[in-house]
C-alpha cells in the first residue's frame, strides 16, 4: 500500500511552507503578544488560494481535498497557533458548513468570497450551557416574514468579533428533539439588507 503522498500534494507543502516562512513566521510572536488579528496575512493567504484549498474551482478553491486542508494546517501549525486557529474556523468550520449544507446561490456568493480572503468566516455552536452536548443549545431562531430573529448566547466563537459570515447553530423547531440542535444560518454582516438564510440540514 503507498502512503506517501502525490506529487500535487508535496508540492502544494512546498508552496504553503515558504509563504508561512515567509509571510507569516516573521510576525507570529507580535501578534500574540499584541493580541492582534492578522488581517493581512489571511488576506493574502485568501489571494493564493489557500483558504479554498479543500473546494472545488467552481466555488473559488483549489480542490485539494482534505489531505490538503491537512496539510497546510501542519504547516501553519508549525510556526503559528493563532492563523491555524482562525483559518482552521474560517474554511474548515464556516466554509465547510456552505459547501455542505448551502444552496447554489450561497455558495457561489458566499463560499467563495470566503475561499478568496475576501471575507471572514466564523461559525457558532458553543453556548454558556452547551459545548460538547450540542443537542441541548438553547439559542433560537423563528422566521417572521423573510426576516429570522435569532435569540441567545454564543461564546468562545473562534473569528466571532470580525467576521463577516457567521454560521449559527440554533434551534428552529423544538419538536425536532435532538435533531433541532442543527440548523444552520448564515448572515452576512456587510450588507444589512441580506437577511439570515437558513441552510439546508444535511438529513433534509
Ligand atoms: C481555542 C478554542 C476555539 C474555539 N472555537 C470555537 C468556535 O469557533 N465555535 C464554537 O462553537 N466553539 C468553539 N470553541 C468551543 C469548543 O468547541 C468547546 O469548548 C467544546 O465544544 C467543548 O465544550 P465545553 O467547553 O462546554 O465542554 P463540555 O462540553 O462541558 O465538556 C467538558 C468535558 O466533558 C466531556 N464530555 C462532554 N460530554 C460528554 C459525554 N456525553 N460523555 C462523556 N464525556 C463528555 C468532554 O469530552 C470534556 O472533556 C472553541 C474552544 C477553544 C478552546
Known sequence: MEYDHSDE???????IREFVDKEIRPIARAIDEQERVP???????????????????????????????CVLMEELNRV??????????????????????????????????????????????????????????QTTAVQEGTDWIIDGQKMWITNGSFADI??????????LGARAASPLLLWRRMHPALKWAKLKRRWD
Open 9 to 15: 500534494i508535496k508540492m502544494l507543502r512546498t508552496s
Open 39 to 69: 488581517f493581512a496575512t489571511i488576506k493574502k493567504a485568501g489571494e493564493l488560494g489557500l483558504l479554498g484549498i479543500p473546494f472545488p474551482e467552481q466555488y473559488g478553491g483549489l480542490d485539494m481535498g482534505i489531505t490538503g486542508y
Open 80 to 137: 503559528c497557533a493563532s492563523h491555524t486557529t482562525i483559518i482552521g474556523a474560517h474554511a474548515q468550520l464556516a466554509a465547510m458548513s456552505i459547501f455542505l449544507g448551502g444552496n447554489e446561490a450561497q455558495k457561489s456568493t458566499y463560499l467563495r468570497a470566503l475561499n478568496e480572503g475576501r471575507m471572514i468566516g466564523a461559525w457558532a455552536l458553543t453556548e454558556p450551557g452547551a459545548g460538547s452536548d450540542a443537542a441541548h443549545i
Open 166 to 175: 457567521i454560521i449559527v447553530h440554533a434551534v428552529t423547531d423544538k419538536a
